[in-house]
């Protein structure tokens, strides 16, 4: 009887165009150590393959809230023997340029958890489509992007001052975003939803958002298949890890969370943050950007879904 009645749901879903594909899974461990972090990956079922990058943000100095290295090295060191890629900032600060953002990753601890460390945009940037987006036509990232054939988004999931919230999505689209160091930058491409590449240039917030659902888009887009992502929700502050003086967190920690879908997993952590109970802060900065809505303009164009099932795992 069961079987007859899913056989007929299917039909009634094609008949009425809805999916009847499962929702995205999220996995999700409370725990934050060194030995979550490889579990909750594992549990994807992903398997990295050939040259692996683990795209992490060096953070802007030592009081930001960067994922620490001595968190990450068994996953990124021990287990899949990968290469720590980064790109270089668009606003000054400490990481804007090679020399000072290789300081950062070796002061930080960054060269000595991984198989080398490779700034993307070193030797300048390369275009990639964006598909069915509305605001950016191309995306400029480093030319080393194209020598990985896996990456792992692996994310510090936290506020941020101009998108509400970074996490898995942020990181695909200003993370691997060439810097101003190059003669097109990405970063400001993205910032100014397709106005310039030279300089800093103004632009309506749902513009903004929506350049990064769609920026992070032609990253996934140009992997097929080759991205997996991890959030780790702790050091929860309102600031980015961009941020050389953020805020003090005043909410728990909550832990890490994987998924195949950088879209549902993103929107998963959001949701995690609005059932806690100590987190008026950070839903407040979210808000007050609109942040949601780089997500909800991430599934319009097919980037992902917002509906996923969240499995938890000891």
């Not at 020399?99 to 275009?127: C, P, R, S, W």
């Not at 060439?178 to 993205?190: A, E």
Request: proline share 3%.
């Amino acid at each position: 009887m069961k079987k007859l009645f899913f056989t007929f749901l299917v039909i009634l879903c094609c008949a009425s165009g809805i999916s009847a594909e499962p929702a995205p899974i999220v996995f999700f461990i409370k725990d934050i150590t060194p030995e979550a972090l490889v579990k909750v990956y594992k549990a994807t079922g992903y398997k990295a393959k050939g040259k692996i990058g683990v795209k992490v943000s060096t953070g802007e100095s030592e009081k930001s809230n960067y994922l620490r290295p001595a968190l990450i090295k068994n996953l990124v060191k021990d287990e899949l023997n990968a290469t720590i890629v980064e790109c270089n900032t668009a606003y000054g600060g400490n990481r804007s340029n090679n020399i000072d953002h290789m300081k950062i990753a070796k002061d930080h601890g960054f060269l000595d958890v991984a198989n080398g460390f490779d700034l993307q945009d070193a030797e300048g940037y390369m275009t990639i489509p964006v598909k069915g987006g509305v605001r950016l036509k191309k995306n400029y990232v480093g030319t080393h992007f194209k020598n990985y054939d896996t990456y792992l988004i692996l994310s510090h999931f936290k506020g941020h001052a101009m998108g509400g919230f970074g996490g898995a999505v942020k990181n695909l689209s200003i993370g691997f975003a060439s810097g101003s160091s190059c003669k097109k930058s990405g970063k400001l491409n993205i910032h100014s939803a397709g106005r310039s590449t030279t300089s800093w240039t103004s632009c309506p917030q749902d513009e903004f958002l929506e350049s990064m659902a769609e920026a992070a888009k032609s990253v996934c887009d140009y992997m097929k298949g080759g991205i997996v992502c991890v959030n780790v929700m702790n050091r929860l502050s309102v600031d980015c890890d961009c941020n050389g003086n953020p805020a003090e967190p005043d909410m728990h920690d909550i832990g890490i969370l994987a998924s195949l879908d950088p879209v549902a997993l993103d929107q998963a952590c959001v949701d995690l943050v609005y059932e806690a109970k100590d987190s008026r802060s950070l839903i407040e900065r979210i808000e007050s950007r609109n942040g949601i809505h780089t997500l909800e303009h991430a599934e319009k164009i097919g980037f992902g879904s917002r509906k996923y099932q969240l499995v938890e795992i000891k």
